[in-house]
Nanobody
Framework: QVKLVESGGGLVQPGGSLRLSCAAS????????MGWYRQAPGQQRELVATFTIGGRTNYAESVKGRFTISRDNTKNTVALQMNSLKPEDTAVYYC???????????WGQGTQVTVSS
């Protein structure tokens, strides 16, 4: 069984930065995708960024140029550096690890990010 634990959320002013981290315990296959999703109140959960084992990254248009995803396969961790934060980035952020065919997926418990002055 895989467990994902996120950390790093909090309250930040517009224009500020936060770094989210996700640590996976258990067996993670090297070809699994690791990524971040978010869900704002009253909204559907949406993709923020993903990182494949081949080093390919994918970002939502709304965060391109501001967020950077990184992955450490030796430690089974994935991080999200968020810069130039905006109030619309406010959401619960979830770490997700999944197989490329989506047959296996794991979610973290979520961490709140609030961008407000």
């Amino acid at each position: 069984q895989v467990k994902l634990v996120e950390s790093g959320g909090g309250l930040v002013q517009p224009g500020g930065s936060l770094r989210l981290s996700c640590a996976a315990s258990g067996s993670i296959f090297s070809n699994y995708v690791m990524g971040w999703y978010r869900q704002a109140p009253g909204q559907q959960r949406e993709l923020v960024a993903t990182f494949t084992i081949g080093g390919r990254t994918n970002y939502a248009e709304s965060v391109k140029g501001r967020f950077t995803i990184s992955r450490d396969n030796t430690k089974n961790t994935v991080a999200l550096q968020m810069n130039s934060l905006k109030p619309e980035d406010t959401a619960v952020y979830y770490c997700r690890v999944y197989s490329s065919d989506y047959s296996i997926t794991y979610w973290g418990q979520g961490t709140q990010v609030t961008v407000s002055s």
